[in-house]
């Protein structure tokens, strides 16, 4: 059984930063990539950035250079720090792994940025 653990969510200012976690555990082997997606009120879910194992990253347009990906192949961990946050930058945030046999999702944490 894989498991996917997301912390780091909350409630921050416009301007201000927050650090996401996800922690990959069970049987859980070949990880292609790792990233996380969000999904705002009403909209469709969207990559926000993800990279694969051997250190390639890609990132929405509307979030480069504001947020950086990097994970822990060693502990199946990855993180996103995200600063500078604007309120379009509120959404449901959920971590996603990519395997060669399966694609997991985290529960999804969740992001408010106030104006």
């Known amino acids: 059984q894989v498991q996917l653990v997301e912390s780091g969510g909350g409630l921050v200012q416009a301007g201000g930063s927050l650090r996401l976690s996800c922690a990959a555990s069970?049987?859980?082997?070949?990880?292609?990539?790792m990233g996380w997606y969000r999904q705002a009120p009403g909209k469709q879910r969207e990559l926000v950035a993800r990279?694969?194992?051997?250190?390639?990253?890609n990132y929405a347009d509307s979030v480069k250079g504001r947020f950086t990906i990097s994970r822990d192949n060693a502990k199946n961990t990855v993180f996103l720090q995200m600063n500078s946050l604007k309120p379009e930058d509120t959404a449901v945030y959920y971590c996603?792994?990519?395997?060669?046999?399966?694609?997991?999702w985290g529960q999804g944490t969740q992001v408010t940025v106030s104006s």
């Open positions: 990279i694969t194992s051997g250190g390639g990253i």
């Open positions: 069970g049987s859980i082997r070949s990880i292609r990539t």
């Open positions: 996603n792994v990519l395997t060669l046999l399966a694609n997991y």
